[in-house]
């Protein structure tokens, strides 16, 4: 059983930036693919990024693409999200998930965390 557990999250005004981490509690296989999602007030929860755990096959949602980036510590178990350039609309709680795939679809992940809030003020 893979625990994650995220934090960074927080209250920030617009153009600020935030790293978001993600620690989990093992690697259990270098094929493994981490993924953040987020869920806006009133909105399905939605792809954000997603990467293998080699650091490798990065993949972004349009709305981030360009503002934010996912990597990884393999020493440290840990998934980032910088995120840069943030807006209002990415006020999200936001979740990482562990997959045993590379996938962007919610559904082929297995393990997810509890979530951090992301606020964005105007």
């Known amino acids: 059983q893979v625990q994650l557990v995220e934090s960074g999250g927080g209250l920030v005004q617009a153009g600020d930036s935030l790293r978001l981490s993600c620690a989990a509690s093992e690697r259990t296989s270098s094929t493994y693919g981490m993924g953040w999602f987020r869920r806006a007030p009133g909105r399905e929860r939605e792809f954000v990024a997603r990467?293998?755990?080699?650091?490798?096959?990065?993949y972004y949602a349009d709305s981030v693409k360009g503002r934010f980036t996912i990597s990884v510590d393999n020493a440290k178990n840990t998934v980032y999200l910088q995120m840069n350039m943030l807006k209002p609309e990415d006020t999200a709680v936001y979740y990482c998930?562990?997959?045993?795939?590379?996938?962007?679809?919610?559904?082929?992940?297995?393990?997810w965390g509890q979530g951090t809030q992301v606020t964005v003020s105007s």
């Open positions: 998930a562990a997959s045993y795939h590379l996938t962007t679809s919610q559904s082929g992940y297995n393990f």
């Open positions: 990467i293998r755990w080699t650091g490798d096959y990065t």
